[in-house]
């Protein structure tokens, strides 16, 4: 069992800058891949990034390529999400994810039904 807390959703501007972070508990945090995901109101969830059990292997999705940061501190069981150069399109509820069965990421990993583990989410709205 893994259990995911999400934290520092928040307003911001556009062109701004936030940090989402996602604490885990449970299994080993380091046997794993972590990924972001997010879903704006009346759509669909979106993958965001993925990142490998080392943290060396990253997947991003196109639309926040170069403008978002994967990051993870297996020290402190923590999955951090950089979000640079904000866009009011990147309004959504932020979810951190766990793919308990794979340590490196994989192009699929950006299908959420890859992952078994999720968190209940953290809110971020970009004002224009």
């Known amino acids: 069992q893994v259990q995911l807390v999400e934290s520092g959703g928040t307003l911001v501007q556009a062109g701004g800058s936030l940090r989402v972070s996602c604490v885990a508990s449970g299994r080993a945090f380091t046997s794993y891949v972590m990924g972001w995901f997010r879903q704006a109101p009346g759509k669909e969830r979106e993958f965001v990034a993925a990142i490998s059990w080392t943290g060396g292997n990253t997947y991003y999705a196109d639309s926040v390529k170069g403008r978002f940061t994967i990051s993870r501190d297996n020290a402190k069981d923590t999955v951090h999400l950089q979000m640079d150069s904000l866009k009011p399109e990147d309004t959504a509820v932020y979810y951190c994810?766990?793919?308990?069965?794979?340590?490196?990421?994989?192009?699929?990993?950006?299908?959420?039904?890859?992952?078994?583990?999720w968190g209940q989410g953290t809110q971020v709205i970009v004002s224009s």
């Open positions: 994810a766990a793919d308990t069965r794979a340590i490196v990421v994989m192009t699929t990993h950006q299908d959420s039904n890859r992952y078994d583990y």
